[in-house]
């Protein structure tokens, strides 16, 4: 999943874009990076633990407890913080 109101395009070459190892994650001129084939993705999350904005996550099916929530990633000195956010709107935060 990406947020377009997050994304600010890192550049000319977004490490997301980088990192993903499908070669999925494509910038074009305009715009913020989009993913030229979604359901390609296998959720393997390198995209979201790079991204500085928050921009990208993960859509959490039923069948991993998941029920419309989102999981986000952002580096904070050396180790990632990972924001689960619920349809209600709570949020969860693990640090690893």
């Known amino acids: 999943m990406i947020d377009a109101q997050r994304c600010r395009r890192c550049g ?6 980088d990192v993903c190892p ?20 296998w959720d393997c999350g390198a995209c979201i633990k790079v991204c500085p904005q928050q921009a990208l996550a993960v859509s959490l099916p039923p069948e991993a407890g998941g029920q419309g929530s989102t999981l986000r990633a952002k580096q904070i000195a050396g180790k990632i913080r990972w924001t689960l956010e619920h349809p209600d709107g709570r949020l969860e935060t693990i640090e690893l």
């Open 12 to 17: 000319e070459q977004p490490r997301c874009a």
């Open 22 to 41: 499908g070669n999925l994650l494509v910038l074009p001129e305009r715009g913020h990076i989009i993913s030229r084939e979604p359901d390609d993705c």
